[in-house]
């Protein structure tokens, strides 16, 4: 991995999302191997400037917390996604669907009363950069159905849309379309690091019911799994790195195909000059 280029990191918890990432990674693949033993396989990603690392974490939120604290103090990353499978929550949207966390719920923070049980929910918004590239690229994915809704995470396997734990996601975090167990580790972690962007997103692989073990048995998380990859992939060719040259020096493409020149100078390139020009500069 070249010094310079700048790094993301695609974090899974089981071995069959672990894979769908990995099919993505490009050039000579190294593996990296912290002095506590957790381990990333890091390569290119094509049509990108990024080096990408790839983890399998293992289940759970406590866990993605503490190993994403670990990776992210090791390898310094800008840009972090924990990608995979989850349950869907709501109707309209299909086995083989991805979602891309605009906020992810932590759904177990409350307390038991007399009168009942009182939520307390934890939240983290999806980095604005990195939910302004997802809206972008699921425009170009023709192939499959991408929606940017709220995720909720629990550390327990929903099977049974019809138990109370279920009716309390549908009253107390109505705008969940979709339930897993490790987003909100990462995120939180992501958020106590200050700058670094971060996304969960997730393929629906059972609607959270009693059916799931007809769904699993069918291949559907192997295919839900392929499909979160892609989503993420597109997400991040979509994503700028941070301060790198291109940035202060090189052009930037806008929307209308003319280019921006970065840095602290005025740019005359492509235009007339008729006379002196005076410039301030402002700020640090």
Excluded at 83 to 96: H, R, S
Excluded at 110 to 118: I, R, W
Aim: aromatic content about 6%; overall charge negative; some cysteine.
């Amino acid at each position: 991995m070249p010094a310079k280029q700048p790094i993301a990191v695609i974090l899974t918890a089981l071995p069959l999302e672990y894979d769908a990432v990995r099919a993505h990674l490009t050039g000579d693949i190294e593996e990296l191997v912290h002095d506590d033993g957790t381990r990333v396989e890091v390569g290119s990603l094509e049509g990108s400037p990024w080096a990408l690392a790839v983890a399998e974490l293992g289940e759970g939120a406590m866990n993605a917390a503490a190993l994403t604290t670990q990776i992210v103090g090791w390898l310094r990353p800008q840009a972090l996604f924990f990608v995979g499978i989850a349950g869907g929550l709501k109707d309209d949207i299909e086995v083989g669907d991805v979602v891309v966390g605009t906020w992810v719920y932590a759904v177990h923070g409350g307390k038991h009363t007399p009168e009942g049980f009182s939520s307390r929910p934890k939240s983290w918004p999806g980095s604005n950069r990195l939910v302004q590239a997802a809206r972008s690229a699921v425009r170009d994915l023709r192939e499959l159905r991408a929606h940017l809704k709220p995720i909720a995470c629990a550390d327990v396997v929903l099977a049974d849309d019809r138990s109370t734990f279920a009716d309390e996601i549908r009253r107390t975090y109505n705008d969940a379309c979709a339930i897993e167990m490790e987003g909100s580790g990462a995120v939180h972690a992501a958020h106590l690091n200050g700058q670094l962007d971060a996304l969960v997103i997730r393929g629906i692989s059972d609607r959270a019911n009693r059916d799931k073990h007809v769904a699993d048995a069918s291949g559907s998380q192997e295919r839900a799994a392929e499909q979160a990859a892609s989503v993420a992939v597109a997400v991040l060719r979509k994503h700028r790195p941070r301060g790198g040259s291109d940035d202060e020096e090189g052009p930037q493409q806008r929307g209308d195909g003319s280019a921006t020149y970065g840095g602290d100078h005025i740019d005359f390139r492509g235009g007339t000059f008729y006379g002196p020009v005076v410039g301030k500069r402002t700020g640090s």
